[in-house]
């Protein structure tokens, strides 16, 4: 008899170590295979682990400060640590720090022991990369399917017939949504997390994914943030276990967080290093200007980061005026 056997798929788990006879053992390597790699490529365009570290690296380091208020919040933690699904929705007017506070929920996520069955997605009207309802069901696929290569290579199995030449037609968010549903409610997962981010900077198809999510808001977690838009109210309304967070009620948390983001980049500016003076003027006023809106500090921030000490004086002079 040969002393061999063949191996196929991920039967065997990751890196399972086998013993046959008198021979050494053999570490046997079943990752993620191209095929698939290649299935989730056509699954997905973006990857959502590096959409979120994109938006970290354009919108600066995640300050603890500035979004640890709501990891306290009752609301959030009813829907954390609650046993049943169902959707917690974030609402607020544009500018309130919705995306940083997502990323936060995330980041927190993932260092407690909670991420082995959650995804996200970070949509953004102005990316066409980012901003459909089947992008954004393509990338918690990906994001899901990642973390299981076993369940993965089912999937692919199942579906990868179905998806030539379709995921670039009509059919592409049906399918989508078939092989989402597949997914979430295979008994290798339990208590699968969703997040979704700027809901409503979904740009074509957003009632679809409203659908989706109301269809499996029985076994799936949804976090959702948007702004306060009567259409997604409307549709959540058919959620049974549906909780809002409002930020306009959290007012005071916000500003706070506001203002260590404020001290966080002061003490950053070239321009204001070693001048205590400067530093307390430019707090007063990003401070007073503020109004609870996270962007337009942020403009500033990023216009007073490439200004030298020499204009700076007049540059506060002139925000002191806005």
């Not at 017939?161 to 997962?189: R, S």
Request: aromatic letters at 8%; hydrophobic letters at 35%.
């Amino acid at each position: 008899m040969e002393n061999h056997r063949n191996f196929s798929g991920n039967t065997l788990g990751n890196n399972a170590t086998v013993n046959q006879g008198n021979f050494a053992h053999i570490t046997v390597n079943t990752n993620t295979s191209n095929a698939d790699k290649s299935f989730l490529q056509e699954i997905s365009k973006t990857d959502p682990f590096y959409d979120k570290k994109r938006i970290l690296t354009l919108k600066g380091p995640l300050l603890w400060e500035s979004f640890s208020w709501i990891l306290r919040h009752q609301q959030f933690n009813e829907w954390r640590h609650t046993k049943e699904s169902g959707v917690l929705w974030i609402k607020g007017d544009p500018g309130k720090g919705k995306t940083m506070l997502l990323c936060g929920i995330v980041e927190d996520f993932e260092q407690n022991s909670q991420s082995e069955n959650l995804s996200y997605f970070f949509c953004q009207a102005t990316d066409y990369r980012i901003n459909t309802a089947a992008a954004i069901v393509g990338g918690l696929i990906k994001s899901l399917l990642k973390r299981h290569p076993r369940l993965l290579s089912r999937v692919r199995e199942n579906y990868e017939d179905h998806l030539k030449d379709q995921l670039d037609g009509a059919n592409a968010l049906v399918i989508l949504c078939d092989i989402f549903e597949t997914t979430t409610n295979d008994l290798e997962l339990t208590d699968v997390i969703c997040v979704v981010d700027a809901l409503d900077e979904c740009i074509k198809d957003c009632s679809h994914l409203l659908n989706l999510i109301i269809k499996t808001s029985g076994h799936v977690k949804w976090l959702l943030s948007s702004r306060n838009e009567k259409d997604i109210e409307k549709m959540l309304d058919q959620v049974p276990q549906k909780r809002i967070l409002e930020l306009k009620q959290n007012a005071e948390r916000i500003s706070t967080s506001i203002d260590a983001y404020i001290r966080h980049h002061i003490h950053e500016i070239e321009a204001l290093k070693d001048d205590e003076q400067l530093q307390a003027k430019a707090l007063d006023i990003l401070k007073g200007k503020a109004q609870g809106t996270f962007l337009w500090v942020a403009l500033v921030i990023e216009q007073l980061h490439e200004t030298d000490h020499g204009t700076w004086k007049m540059c506060w002079k002139r925000y002191r005026k806005i």
